[in-house]
């Protein structure tokens, strides 16, 4: 007799499917857990302009990724209605920009593994009707062969040491106004804001950092927040675009050319 497929193995195929189309069917984003830490005075919103500065003086503000992560936070800070001040001396404040990567960290994670098992296979006898030369029919019994196969059982929870990086964005507003001796002008607010995982593309997760931001800038969190970013969400791409869109091309239409008048006749 014909072995019987397991009711489990083909409810476990089901499950699978069903985890596929949830995970690759939907053309979303990958989603981003970002920390987020925002502290606000009571004297935070006393301005509305803002110059940018770095907070490390050894970067150097014509760094070009110091460049692309201040165009960040412009876009960021100008969410909330705060604008560029035209030049440091008109500002309301400063806003003292830190942006980078810490030292990778070991970290065990728990990861899925599928656990699969051999089923089927063995030997099944069957009989097979023979005809003679006579037309008289008889049945022998023949041996037949079935190959093994692998079917999904499960999952098995195993450690894995995995290297993670936090990138991080700390933004910090101070009044513009002359330091005292050895102190420095008064903090309005500051947010810090970082998220970690395997990768090491600062690049590409500034932008991410810099959306989530924007609901906290001149805010006190109480605590520190875990905000949920997706890569490709409407905020995000609103950061990467920035401020500094061209203005659509005038096309230039040629002036007529200027026909002088006729000279009046002599007399």
């Not at 193995?9 to 053309?27: E, F, K, W």
């Not at 490390?56 to 800070?77: C, H, I, M, S, W």
């Not at 037949?144 to 936090?166: A, F, H, K, M």
């Not at 805010?219 to 990467?240: L, M, N, P, Y």
Request: with cysteine.
């Amino acid at each position: 007799m014909k072995q019987s497929r397991p009711f489990f193995s083909s409810l476990q195929r089901l499950l699978v499917l069903i985890n596929l189309l949830a995970a690759g069917g939907c053309a979303v984003g990958p989603r981003y857990q970002v920390k987020v830490d925002a502290i606000s005075k009571p004297a935070s919103t006393a301005g509305q302009s803002f110059k940018i500065k770095s907070k490390d003086p050894a970067l150097g503000e014509e760094n070009l990724r110091y460049r692309e992560a201040a165009e960040f936070v412009k876009t960021a800070l100008s969410g909330k209605g705060l604008y560029e001040a035209p030049s440091e001396e008109k500002a309301d404040m400063i806003v003292e920009l830190d942006y980078g990567m810490e030292a990778p960290r070991a970290k065990i994670q728990r990861v899925s593994a599928p656990v699969y098992a051999q089923v089927g296979g063995g030997v099944r006898y069957e009989s097979v009707p023979t005809t003679d030369a006579r037309g008289n029919t008889s049945y022998r019994t023949v041996a037949v062969y079935e190959t093994p196969r692998s079917e999904l059982v499960g999952y098995d929870e195993l450690p894995r040491s995995v290297n993670i990086y936090e990138k991080y964005l700390k933004i910090t507003a101070r009044e513009n106004k002359v330091a005292k001796e050895g102190r420095a002008p008064a903090e309005l607010w500051s947010i810090h804001a970082s998220t970690e995982d395997e990768s090491k593309d600062l690049r590409k997760y500034l932008p991410i950092i810099a959306a989530a931001t924007v609901d906290y800038i001149g805010q006190d969190s109480s605590s520190q927040q875990t905000v949920k970013v997706r890569a490709d969400a409407a905020g995000v791409e609103f950061i990467r675009r920035g401020l500094a869109t061209p203005p659509p091309a005038v096309p230039v239409v040629p002036a007529a050319p200027v026909v002088p008048a006729p000279a009046p006749p002599k007399k």
